[in-house]
């Protein structure tokens, strides 16, 4: 990821949802990155998906219509981490 740039981060209720997820968007060629969940988030372990700023509404709607929308959204810039609402679902 460019640091310059911001980065959506997607946590799900559990990891078969992730992987539900990741499968559905890797058919569709979605634009993503699986990561482990930050810390600074959940100090569980477990997976998240990482989104460019710019392609996180299309992914997320995409997400919506397969009833797979994550349980929290995040927004990373640098080291900072800020819960989202993500209002266009």
């Known amino acids: 990821m460019d640091s310059g740039s911001g980065?959506?981060?997607l946590v799900f209720?559990?990891?078969t949802r992730?992987?539900?997820a990741e499968d559905f968007?890797?058919?569709r060629s979605?634009?993503?990155v699986l990561i482990p969940v930050p810390k600074?988030?959940?100090p569980n372990c477990g997976l998240a998906i990482s989104l460019e700023e710019g392609d996180a509404e299309a992914v997320l709607k995409v997400l919506a219509?397969?009833?797979l929308l994550p349980e929290s959204v995040y927004y990373r810039r640098?080291?900072?981490f800020s819960p989202r609402e993500f209002p266009w679902v």
């Open 7 to 9: 980065e959506i981060i």
């Open 13 to 15: 209720a559990s990891n």
């Open 18 to 20: 992730i992987l539900s």
């Open 25 to 27: 968007l890797e058919e």
């Open 30 to 32: 979605a634009p993503f």
């Open 40 to 42: 600074e988030v959940n």
């Open 65 to 67: 219509e397969a009833g």
């Open 78 to 80: 640098g080291d900072e």
